[in-house]
């Protein structure tokens, strides 16, 4: 063995430029990505309908990546505290990130100081789709139709309540959008997360409130709550009857998206094999069995399509935001 050469090799080896952190990972991997586990940072809590999506798609997107894909919840701060993380982490392709409208779209135009920069910290990989929200009453409620709520909102003596998954989300700022457009007197109540407050709204706690189609399904199909309207382009397949907010001319016709990012400077080459298995994972039976039941809007698109897509999300939620007026406290 000419042990010279080979020291000689390790030297070259430890002068390269390591560009993102990924350089001397690669060359010691021979190139092959994977080669070891997959992360996907879930910035919102364990049990949640994205959540329950994320974990429905690992171990189909593990059988295609050939590695294991772990899940790890990292909630706060309407998503800023995961994507955070995720931002931070090594360029490399071993970190993804579940980003949505709120986190990714919304919450850097509230949060001061902003927390990131949806732009430049980070990459858009493949979308998921969307999810349509729900604004809904108690079944008991007399009002049938949003219309014939808001009527009663604005001849009660005290103002109705709204309550949606925090301040600042997009539920929030829906509705929002929703009074200015209307006039409507709702009163803001913010609860932590969409698990209290569908237990708010199913105790009557709170006249009306918006929330993910994908958990208030199972209430409406039990005949507990009531669907008034939709963030949806067109009525929901499953819902026939329930009108979409544009059709109270509400200048909102989707829902919030959710897809996966992946720090800023992650190889292209890693970007597209990640893009096409969650892709593949997405067409996957029982995934898209999933997505069936929680009403969701998928929207497949290539790389450069979904990170136009991606940029100009975070201007139109910032565009809603501004003209609501909306801020946190």
Known sequence: MNTNLNRRKALRLLSLPVIGGTALTSLAQGNVYPSRPIKIIVPWAAG???????????PVLSQRLGQPVVVDNRPGAIGTIGSLLGARSPADGYTLIYGAADSHSIAPHIIKPTPYDSKKDFLAVAPIGFTPLTVMVH??????????????????????????WGQGSSGQIIMEV????????????????????????????????????????????????????????????????????KEFGVDIDIGPWLGFVAPANTPAEIVTRLHDAIEGSLADAQVAETMRKMSMVMTPMSTSSYQQFYNREFDRWGSYIRAANITLN
Request: proline share 9%; charged share 15%; with cysteine.
């Open 178 to 245: 929703l009074n200015k457009s209307t006039g409507s007197p709702l009163l803001h109540v913010p609860y932590n997360s969409t698990a209290p407050l569908m237990q708010a709204q199913l105790a009557k706690q709170i006249d009306c409130s918006v929330i993910p189609s994908l958990v208030a399904e199972q209430h409406v199909a039990a005949g507990a709550i009531r669907m008034l309207a939709v963030t949806a382009p067109e009525r929901l397949a499953g819902h026939p009857n329930v009108p979409t907010l």
């Open 48 to 58: 949640g309908g994205g959540d329950t999506l994320v974990r429905a798609m690992a």
């Open 139 to 164: 079944a008991s409620h007399p009002a049938k139709t949003l219309t014939e709520f808001l009527q009663m909102a604005k001849q009660a003596k005290d103002a109705p309540t709204y309550g949606s």
